[in-house]
C-alpha cells in the first residue's frame, strides 16, 4: 500500500528490554521523522534523517537509536526500555524542502511495564 | 530561533458557530506555516500552509487561515463548526531565512464542537 506505515501498531514490553519501532514509507521522501506525543507535551522530535545513512538527533534523542540504510525505512530502537519511554511514537516523512509538508503514519501506542 | 505558542489548550463551540484556532509565532525572517489535525487514534494530518503570497489560505474539510505578519499570527478559522471536526490541532512553523527542514510544532489545541 502507497504511504507511511508503522508496525506495531500497539506494543507492552517490560523495563530494560529492547525494542524495536518500524517505519516504512512508498514515496521516497528524503526526510524522515520520529517523534513521541506525551500530554502536556504535545510533539517532540526524537530524531530525524535527511537521507539514507544521514540521521540527527533531535529534541529528546537519549535513550533512543536510529538507523536509515534504505530511503523507506527508518527504525527506532528504545534499547533498554523506561518506563518514561511510554508515548505514542509518531513516524513521518516529507520531500526535501524547507515549505513541504510532513506526511504521518498512524503512530505506536508502547506501554513500558 | 524559531518558536510557535498556541495560547489556548481547548476550544469550546457549538456546531454552527465559527470557530477560531490560535497560533502565533516567532522567527528570524519570514516563516512557512502549517496547520495539522489529529483525530483519535490517528497521526497527524495536513490541513493548509502558508508559503507566500494571499495572506488567507483556505484548506481541507471547510477550514481556512489568516496569516498576519503584524501580529506574527497564523489564527485557524472555520465558518460554521461540525461536530465531526472535534480533534486535536496543531500549528507549526519554519523559518525560511534559518533554512530548516525541522518544523516546531505548537502544544496543540483540542477543538471540541457540542451538538
Known amino acids: 500500500d502507497a504511504g507511511i506505515t508503522q508496525s506495531p501498531r500497539y506494543k507492552i514490553t517490560e523495563t530494560g528490554r529492547q525494542v524495536t519501532l518500524m517505519c516504512h514509507q512508498t514515496w521516497s521522501h528524503s526526510y524522515m521523522f520520529w517523534y513521541r506525543q506525551d500530554l502536556g507535551h504535545g510533539l517532540r522530535l526524537i530524531y530525524y534523517?535527511?537521507?539514507?545513512?544521514?540521521?540527527d538527533k533531535g529534541e529528546v534523542p537519549d535513550g533512543y537509536v536510529v538507523s536509515r540504510s534504505k530511503t523507506e525505512n527508518f527504525p527506532l530502537t528504545l534499547e533498554s526500555a523506561t518506563r518514561s519511554q511510554t508515548s505514542v511514537y509518531f513516524c513521518a516523512s516529507s520531500e526535501a524542502g524547507t515549505a513541504n509538508t510532513q506526511y504521518f503514519g498512524p503512530g505506536t501506542r508502547l506501554t513500558v511495564l | 530561533a524559531q518558536s510557535v505558542a498556541q495560547p489556548e489548550d481547548q476550544v469550546n463551540v457549538a456546531e454552527g458557530n465559527p470557530l477560531t484556532v490560535k497560533c502565533t509565532y516567532s522567527?528570524?525572517?519570514?516563516?512557512?506555516l502549517f496547520w495539522y489535525v489529529q483525530y483519535p487514534n490517528r497521526g497527524l494530518q495536513f490541513l493548509l500552509k502558508y508559503i507566500t503570497g494571499d495572506n488567507l489560505v483556505k484548506g481541507s474539510y471547510g477550514f481556512e487561515a489568516e496569516f498576519n505578519k503584524s501580529q506574527t499570527s497564523f489564527h485557524l478559522k472555520k465558518p460554521s463548526a461540525l461536530v465531526s471536526d472535534s480533534a486535536l490541532y496543531f500549528c507549526a512553523v519554519r523559518d525560511i531565512i534559518m533554512g530548516s527542514y525541522i518544523p516546531t510544532f505548537g502544544r496543540g489545541t483540542s477543538l471540541i464542537v457540542h451538538p
Open positions: 534523517s535527511a537521507a539514507a545513512d544521514i540521521t
Open positions: 522567527v528570524s525572517g519570514n516563516p512557512y
